[in-house]
């Protein structure tokens, strides 16, 4: 990121700008060059061709809106945030949570190693207890054939790290062995060089224990592969025009004390987490189903489905906040390297290893998460993300690009913001435009 005041991510009323003019604005301040900014223009980055070397069956192109949330500062730097999605009120909601958090001085981030697990699933054993000690003498074995298929890796820090196993049992299958292969992979996602490994070494686990190896993949539990983020807001940072700073965050308090306690709220509190690290996975070319999957089952690890973020006040007046969550994303490979506009996201964010990444979405979740509580516990969630969804209502009538904000802003005052609305103020416009051409000047 440059330094400097053009790197601050305080650019007031960015919304309010026009398209070419907050492209003009992120050039700027981040330094992307004239063909980057061309891409993005362009909307989406992708021709056919690419999109069919990708995936299978290409028919055709899907965009999504491409944002920019503003105002976060993340360990001490400030940092743009590329979010691709459809919902407009995420966007606004992460840059205001961010404003309010850089009042405590911003958000506070660590992330464990990059290390990832690979399953190797072994059934039909005969003394079990025999083939887990055949494992367990050949552990340093199995841990070097690892490290010897992808010596870059090795050669970078990472690799090979451990290897574990466990006993499960099912009236399927009977006893077997799970092992775990643990596996640092440093700047990749890593499911393909995982999964790789762990079918590479299953014949040799077959031959250390007579079974039959049956599943040999990644698993999207990454409990080795967290990422944190905390941050302290001053009570008075969160009042609102009806109520004061410590009320709301007595609100938000109530709020997190149902979703400690009931899965059926704890599962939106999540969500809305979701709302922002989906965001920004999609943005970085990142497998957000792969965490997803990761996150929910991260916030059921206990046997108790629980919210995967926390709200405490301090002795200082500050609500304080904290988020942990597995996040397996990378920087290199996979659509983060083959999506043109995945790789301007990463130069937006200013990001130079995976971990660095995996902060920055913990930060943006635990700010999403704030904002979605501070609504909620004061004026309600629909209030602001209706105004801002009246829009694509407008646009979802039918409504021309030039008409839809007036039809927006009409049903806004109106409290009436509903497609059928939407509809019949486009027919008002349109027979007064009508009206208009048939009269002339």
Known sequence: MLDGKLAMTRIPEFYKLHGEARLRELQARVGLTDEEIELLRAGGGLSL????????????????????????????????????????????????????????????????????????????????????????????????????????????????????????????TGRMLVLHLLYDVRDAMGANAVNTIVEHLAPLVEQLTGGRAVLRILTNLADRRLARATAAIPARALATEGLQGHEVAQRILEAQALAEVDPYRAATHNKGILNGVDAVALATGNDWRAIEAGAHAYAARTGHYLPLSSWVMNGEENLVGELEMPLAVGIVGGATRAHPVAQICLKILGVSSAQELARILAAVGLAQNLAALRALTTEGIQRGHMALHARQMALSAGAPSELAEAIAERMVVEENIRVERAKELLAELMELKSTAEIQGP
């Not at 069919?52 to 976060?72: C, R």
């Not at 199995?142 to 990472?158: D, F, K, M, V, Y």
């Open 49 to 172: 061709q690419r999109g069919e070397q990708m995936s299978e069956n290409v028919v055709g192109l899907f965009s999504l809106p491409l944002g920019i949330a503003v105002n976060f500062l993340i360990d001490g730097r400030d940092v743009l945030i590329p979010m691709a999605i459809e919902e407009p009120s995420v966007v606004a909601a992460a840059s205001h949570a961010a404003k309010l958090a850089r009042e405590g001085g911003g958000f506070h981030t660590q992330a464990t190693p990059p290390v990832m697990i690979g399953q190797i699933q072994i059934i039909e054993l005969g003394d079990i207890q025999t083939a887990e000690r055949a494992i367990r003498r050949a552990k340093a074995q199995l841990l070097e054939e690892a490290n010897r298929l992808h010596p870059g890796i090795a050669a970078r820090g990472g690799g090979a790290v451990d290897l574990q196993v466990r006993r499960l049992e099912h009236p399927t």
